[in-house]
């Protein structure tokens, strides 16, 4: 995934997300996102709360963008 992306995609939570985190997308699922731990890549962050397999919008991030 490029670091210019813009926008936000929708993926499926590989668990149960809250509101306002960095997510990286699942090791075992290019579809499904989960929380990213410090020193990990992260792929955007989260818009709203979801349960495990429920849609979740992700603000992507990319360079010059303020979360």
């Known amino acids: ?3 210019f992306n813009m926008g936000s995609k929708a993926f499926i939570a590989g ?6 985190r960095r997510v990286k997308l699942s090791t075992s699922s290019g ?5 990213a ?4 890549a992260f792929i955007g962050i989260t818009a ?3 349960a495990l397999g ?3 919008s ?4 990319h360079t010059g963008r303020t979360f």
């Open 1 to 3: 995934m490029s670091q």
């Open 15 to 20: 668990e149960a997300l809250e509101p306002y």
């Open 31 to 35: 579809t499904q996102v989960e929380y």
């Open 37 to 40: 731990d410090a020193g990990d």
């Open 48 to 50: 709203a709360k979801a």
């Open 54 to 56: 429920e849609m979740v």
């Open 58 to 61: 992700v603000d992507l991030k």
